[in-house]
Protein backbone atom coordinates (compact mmCIF):
# COMPACT_ATOMS: atom_id res chain seq x y z
CA UNK A 1 0.00 0.00 0.00
CA UNK A 2 3.18 2.34 0.36
CA UNK A 3 2.78 2.21 -3.80
CA UNK A 4 -0.47 3.92 -3.63
CA UNK A 5 -0.80 7.55 -5.04
CA UNK A 6 -2.81 8.81 -2.41
CA UNK A 7 -1.12 7.39 0.01
CA UNK A 8 2.37 8.44 -0.96
CA UNK A 9 2.59 11.79 1.43
CA UNK A 10 0.98 9.43 4.38
CA UNK A 11 3.70 6.95 4.20
CA UNK A 12 6.77 9.59 3.84
CA UNK A 13 4.94 11.39 6.96
CA UNK A 14 5.11 8.01 8.98
CA UNK A 15 8.71 6.35 7.67
CA UNK A 16 10.16 9.12 6.49
CA UNK A 17 11.04 7.52 2.84
CA UNK A 18 9.41 8.58 -0.16
CA UNK A 19 7.93 6.21 -2.16
CA UNK A 20 9.10 7.26 -6.11
CA UNK A 21 7.51 4.13 -7.79
CA UNK A 22 3.46 4.75 -7.18
CA UNK A 23 0.67 3.23 -8.86
CA UNK A 24 -2.91 5.60 -9.46
CA UNK A 25 -5.41 4.61 -7.01
CA UNK A 26 -7.70 4.24 -9.72
CA UNK A 27 -5.74 1.00 -11.04
CA UNK A 28 -6.34 -0.84 -7.86
CA UNK A 29 -9.40 -0.03 -7.43
CA UNK A 30 -10.21 -0.92 -10.72
CA UNK A 31 -10.12 -4.59 -9.46
CA UNK A 32 -12.63 -6.99 -9.48
CA UNK A 33 -11.09 -7.74 -5.68
CA UNK A 34 -8.70 -6.69 -3.71
CA UNK A 35 -7.56 -8.81 -0.83
CA UNK A 36 -5.38 -7.61 2.01
CA UNK A 37 -3.32 -9.77 3.64
CA UNK A 38 -3.07 -8.78 7.43
CA UNK A 39 -0.96 -9.62 10.27
CA UNK A 40 0.46 -7.82 13.65
CA UNK A 41 3.35 -5.56 13.03
CA UNK A 42 5.08 -8.84 15.75
CA UNK A 43 4.16 -11.27 13.19
CA UNK A 44 5.59 -9.94 10.19
CA UNK A 45 9.33 -9.00 12.41
CA UNK A 46 9.15 -12.41 13.34
CA UNK A 47 8.65 -13.52 9.53
CA UNK A 48 11.71 -10.92 8.86
CA UNK A 49 13.95 -12.24 11.51
CA UNK A 50 13.18 -15.87 10.34
CA UNK A 51 14.80 -15.29 6.84
CA UNK A 52 10.83 -15.18 5.41
CA UNK A 53 11.04 -11.90 3.34
CA UNK A 54 14.27 -11.23 2.80
CA UNK A 55 17.79 -12.01 2.69
CA UNK A 56 19.41 -12.81 5.82
CA UNK A 57 22.29 -10.35 4.78
CA UNK A 58 19.18 -7.47 4.94
CA UNK A 59 17.11 -8.52 8.02
CA UNK A 60 18.99 -6.48 10.82
CA UNK A 61 18.75 -3.20 8.49
CA UNK A 62 15.30 -3.92 7.48
CA UNK A 63 13.41 -4.55 11.12
CA UNK A 64 15.66 -0.99 12.42
CA UNK A 65 14.44 0.80 9.46
CA UNK A 66 11.28 0.22 7.73
CA UNK A 67 9.94 -2.46 9.47
CA UNK A 68 9.90 -0.57 13.19
CA UNK A 69 6.77 -1.55 15.13
CA UNK A 70 5.23 1.81 15.18
CA UNK A 71 5.50 2.14 11.32
CA UNK A 72 4.03 -1.49 10.65
CA UNK A 73 0.91 -0.09 13.16
CA UNK A 74 1.01 3.37 11.26
CA UNK A 75 0.55 1.56 7.89
CA UNK A 76 -1.54 -1.28 8.84
CA UNK A 77 -4.01 1.53 10.07
CA UNK A 78 -3.58 3.23 7.01
CA UNK A 79 -4.17 0.08 4.60
CA UNK A 80 -7.13 -1.18 6.85
CA UNK A 81 -8.69 2.46 6.73
CA UNK A 82 -8.24 2.69 2.84
CA UNK A 83 -9.95 -1.04 2.02
CA UNK A 84 -12.68 0.30 4.26
CA UNK A 85 -13.35 2.93 1.04
CA UNK A 86 -13.74 0.25 -1.32
CA UNK A 87 -16.46 -1.39 0.75
CA UNK A 88 -18.11 1.90 0.99
CA UNK A 89 -17.76 2.33 -3.20
CA UNK A 90 -19.43 -1.45 -3.35
CA UNK A 91 -22.17 -1.09 -0.69
CA UNK A 92 -23.34 2.54 -3.04
CA UNK A 93 -23.30 0.22 -6.75
CA UNK A 94 -25.37 -2.61 -4.77
CA UNK A 95 -27.67 0.27 -4.13
CA UNK A 96 -27.62 2.16 -7.32
CA UNK A 97 -27.80 -1.52 -8.97
CA UNK A 98 -30.71 -2.07 -6.76
CA UNK A 99 -32.67 1.06 -7.08
CA UNK A 100 -32.54 1.95 -3.40
CA UNK A 101 -33.35 5.02 -2.71
CA UNK A 102 -33.63 4.94 0.89
CA UNK A 103 -32.70 7.77 3.29
CA UNK A 104 -29.16 8.45 4.45
CA UNK A 105 -27.50 10.70 7.07
CA UNK A 106 -26.76 13.97 6.31
CA UNK A 107 -23.91 14.33 4.20
CA UNK A 108 -20.92 15.26 6.36
CA UNK A 109 -18.52 18.35 5.37
CA UNK A 110 -15.07 18.60 6.00
CA UNK A 111 -13.10 21.98 5.80
CA UNK A 112 -9.66 22.82 5.74
CA UNK A 113 -8.00 26.20 5.60
CA UNK A 114 -4.70 26.24 3.63
CA UNK A 115 -2.67 29.75 3.29
CA UNK A 116 -1.03 28.60 0.02
CA UNK A 117 2.19 27.78 1.57
CA UNK A 118 3.75 23.78 1.58
CA UNK A 119 1.82 21.66 3.81
CA UNK A 120 -1.52 22.43 2.05
CA UNK A 121 -1.64 19.46 -0.81
CA UNK A 122 -0.57 17.40 2.42
CA UNK A 123 -3.60 19.15 4.62
CA UNK A 124 -6.34 19.10 1.46
CA UNK A 125 -5.03 14.85 0.42
CA UNK A 126 -6.04 14.09 4.35
CA UNK A 127 -9.12 15.88 4.45
CA UNK A 128 -10.09 14.69 1.20
CA UNK A 129 -9.42 10.63 2.48
CA UNK A 130 -11.50 11.79 5.77
CA UNK A 131 -14.11 13.04 3.76
CA UNK A 132 -14.34 10.21 1.77
CA UNK A 133 -14.43 7.92 5.12
CA UNK A 134 -17.29 10.05 5.92
CA UNK A 135 -19.67 8.31 3.32
CA UNK A 136 -18.02 10.05 0.21
CA UNK A 137 -18.78 14.04 2.03
CA UNK A 138 -17.96 17.13 0.61
CA UNK A 139 -14.84 18.99 1.13
CA UNK A 140 -14.30 22.42 1.04
CA UNK A 141 -11.47 24.20 0.92
CA UNK A 142 -10.96 27.47 2.37
CA UNK A 143 -7.87 30.10 1.19
CA UNK A 144 -6.77 31.80 4.07
CA UNK A 145 -4.76 35.07 3.84
CA UNK A 146 -2.59 36.21 6.51
CA UNK A 147 -4.09 39.35 8.23
CA UNK A 148 -0.76 41.01 8.59
CA UNK A 149 -0.25 40.82 4.48
CA UNK A 150 2.59 38.65 4.93
CA UNK A 151 2.49 36.34 1.67
CA UNK A 152 2.25 32.83 2.72
CA UNK A 153 2.23 31.19 -0.72
CA UNK A 154 3.01 31.39 -4.01
CA UNK A 155 0.30 32.07 -6.58
CA UNK A 156 1.47 28.39 -8.66
CA UNK A 157 1.10 26.72 -5.43
CA UNK A 158 -2.29 28.25 -4.17
CA UNK A 159 -3.28 26.94 -7.77
CA UNK A 160 -2.36 23.78 -7.48
CA UNK A 161 -3.69 23.49 -4.31
CA UNK A 162 -7.23 24.97 -5.70
CA UNK A 163 -6.85 22.03 -8.42
CA UNK A 164 -6.60 19.36 -6.03
CA UNK A 165 -10.01 20.53 -4.32
CA UNK A 166 -11.81 21.11 -8.02
CA UNK A 167 -10.33 18.28 -10.48
CA UNK A 168 -12.90 16.55 -11.49
CA UNK A 169 -11.24 13.56 -12.15
CA UNK A 170 -9.03 14.15 -8.93
CA UNK A 171 -6.21 11.68 -10.10
CA UNK A 172 -3.97 13.34 -7.23
CA UNK A 173 -6.59 12.43 -4.20
CA UNK A 174 -6.65 8.93 -5.76
CA UNK A 175 -9.80 8.48 -7.59
CA UNK A 176 -12.79 6.73 -5.72
CA UNK A 177 -16.09 7.67 -6.54
CA UNK A 178 -14.89 9.75 -9.94
CA UNK A 179 -18.03 8.04 -11.79
CA UNK A 180 -20.35 9.80 -9.67
CA UNK A 181 -19.16 13.20 -10.78
CA UNK A 182 -16.82 13.28 -6.71
CA UNK A 183 -13.58 11.79 -5.94
CA UNK A 184 -12.24 10.90 -2.57
CA UNK A 185 -15.28 13.09 -1.01
CA UNK A 186 -15.03 16.05 -3.36
CA UNK A 187 -17.37 17.12 -5.59
CA UNK A 188 -16.85 18.85 -9.24
CA UNK A 189 -18.64 22.54 -9.31
CA UNK A 190 -18.87 25.16 -11.30
CA UNK A 191 -16.11 27.74 -10.15
CA UNK A 192 -18.94 29.71 -8.01
CA UNK A 193 -20.17 27.10 -6.44
CA UNK A 194 -16.88 25.09 -5.96
CA UNK A 195 -15.22 23.46 -2.91
CA UNK A 196 -13.10 26.46 -2.64
CA UNK A 197 -13.04 29.88 -1.58
CA UNK A 198 -11.02 32.74 -0.59
CA UNK A 199 -11.13 34.48 2.98
Known sequence: MQHLESLNDVVQQVTGVRQRETVPDR??????????????????????AHGNVYAPEKVDAALAAWFRVGNLSALREVALLWLADRVDESVQRYREQHDIDGTWPARERVVVAVTG????????????????????????AVHVSPSDGLRSGTPDRTAEQRRLVEEPAAAALGGGRAGRGRAAGVRARRERDAGWCSA
Open 27 to 48: VVRAADQIELVDMSPESLRRRL
Open 117 to 140: GPEGEALIRRAARIANRAGGGDLL
